[in-house]
């Protein structure tokens, strides 16, 4: 990957926080954020869809929607460990064979990827540093929904991203993350032709579901 940012991912996300989240989601489901996602998607129906989850980490959102009737998902993710969980806790429900799975910056990616009706980007833009060609790639390749989960623009979340940053930095991993202004992401995703359906928040994060 030429992409600094995921170069970072891929050594960030690993090992034991990686295996930590998988057990949380078998013991307890999606988190919260993720579970209003999939819930929102469902309602709009997902019986024989294909999806595309951008970003996935442990591939909850693709499990949920499988599990729901959808027809395939496709996740691609720039750190190889997340892949690898994926694929084991497919195996072990039971779609792994309507399951594939791309290594990689999705920018980079995207031009090789097949258009899904549903699109989803779970706690990833706040994770890219150029959410302009990460917002405009991902919404290209939604034929219906589109769905996201990303920080509230507020001073709780710069400052927090801000104190992450000095960490990340610390230790010397290029990877970093972001707080991008609500209203431009909004108004991009619009301008590529959707409209809100849906809309929560919690103190940090907010869940948005867009359809064509």
Same mark, same amino acid.
């Given at each position: ?6 170069? @970072? ?15 949380? *989601? ?9 579970? =209003?996602?999939? !819930? ?22 693709? +499990?949920?929607?499988?599990?729901? @009737? ?18 084991? #806790?497919?195996? $072990?429900? @039971? ?16 031009? !090789? ?15 890219? +540093?150029?959410? #302009? &060609?990460?917002?405009? $790639? ?16 507020? =001073? ?23 707080? +991008?202004?609500? +209203? ?7 301008? &590529? @032709? ?10 940090? =994060?907010?869940?948005?579901? *867009? #359809?064509?």
């Amino acid at each position: 990957m030429g992409c600094r940012q995921c170069e @970072g991912a891929e050594s960030f996300f690993s090992g034991f926080w990686v295996k930590r989240e998988l057990r949380s *989601y078998q013991r307890s489901g999606p988190r919260k954020t993720t579970r =209003w996602l999939i !819930d929102a998607i469902k309602a709009r129906g997902v019986e024989g869809a294909t999806l595309l989850d951008i970003g996935g980490g442990v591939g909850a959102i693709q +499990h949920e929607l499988l599990e729901s @009737g959808a027809g395939r998902a496709t996740g691609a993710d720039a750190a190889s460990a997340y892949l690898e969980l994926v694929e084991q #806790e497919a195996e $072990r429900r @039971g779609h792994r064979d309507r399951m594939t799975q791309r290594h990689g910056d999705f920018v980079e990616l995207a031009d !090789d990827l097949a258009p899904a009706d549903i699109v989803t980007l779970d706690r990833v833009i706040c994770c890219y +540093h150029d959410f #302009e &060609s990460l917002v405009d $790639r991902s919404t290209a390749k939604a034929r219906r929904l589109y769905g996201l989960v990303y920080p509230r623009y507020t =001073w709780l979340t710069r400052a927090g991203n801000r104190f992450l940053n000095v960490f990340l930095w610390l230790i010397r991993n290029p990877f970093r993350v972001f707080t +991008h202004p609500t +209203h431009a992401v909004d108004a991009m995703i619009r301008d &590529s @032709g959707f409209q809100r359906i849906y809309h929560a928040n919690t103190l940090t =994060w907010q869940v948005v579901l *867009y #359809e064509r």
